[in-house]
């Protein structure tokens, strides 16, 4: 852990990028925000009372992976856990719902339902499109679906969009069936803008 905050920290440094995180066990959680400027508590940890607390009480921004197997409506237990340590500070992140073995799918209407809780939301177009586990010893999935998701995901209204990208997706060594190339991401996110802005202006004009 040590090594990789050095890194993240590097990377802080000489981007002058705000750096965002998972950590996985509670005592991690206030070293990790020394350095991060957000802290992840990942999908499969999201409903554990210790990681949740921790994460509020370091004050950073806290950004809470929905799991796999919960309902949009029933992060709000996750939010009351942050709150009660006085931090607002709270992002939720939407990353698809376990449907049978190895799938995944996104229901789009569970945006606007977290979005209810009060907090923004964020949609991970990558890990939306695994396939947990259909790779054998690692998640499979299928990459061309990722900017259908990211535009689709724009269309229904987010606050943020988290990707992984590597420049070479097949060897990445985390879900490279999900790593999104490169030099494809420019385009990619020029039409997610472009759609978000016709999604708020829509919004403005219903409400």
């Known amino acids: ?43 499969f940890l999201c409903r554990q009372t210790d990681m949740a607390g921790a994460a509020g009480l370091t004050g950073k ?7 796999q197997f919960m309902a949009p409506w ?9 709150e009660e340590t006085g931090n607002r500070n709270i ?12 799938t995944l799918v996104v229901d789009m209407y569970a945006l606007p339902q977290m979005r209810g809780l009060g ?20 998640s499979g999935g299928n ?22 990208v590597h420049p070479e997706p097949e060897k990445g060594l985390s879900d490279p069936a999900t790593m999104f190339p490169l030099d494809k991401l420019e385009e990619l996110l020029i039409s997610v803008r472009d759609i978000d802005a016709i999604a708020r202006k829509q919004t403005k004009s219903c409400v």
């Not at 921004?61 to 799991?67: D, F």
């Not at 990353?95 to 190895?102: A, D, H, I, K, T």
């Open 91 to 102: 992002l939720l992140t939407e990353r698809g719902v376990s449907f049978g073995y190895n």
């Open 143 to 164: 990459r061309d679906a990722i900017p259908y998701l990211a535009r689709a995901a724009a269309a229904v209204g987010i606050d943020t969009l988290f990707m992984e």
């Open 1 to 43: 852990m040590e090594r990789g905050l050095e890194i993240l920290q590097t990377v802080k440094s000489t981007l002058n990028v705000p750096v965002l995180t998972d950590f996985h066990e509670p005592w991690q959680a206030q070293p990790v925000s020394e350095v991060a400027d957000i802290l992840q508590v990942p999908a």
């Open 61 to 67: 921004c806290v950004n809470v992976k929905k799991g």
């Open 74 to 82: 029933d992060m709000k237990n996750v939010v009351q856990k942050i």
């Open 119 to 138: 907090y923004p939301v964020c949609f991970d177009a990558t890990h939306s499109a695994q396939r947990p586990g259909a790779g054998g010893t690692q």
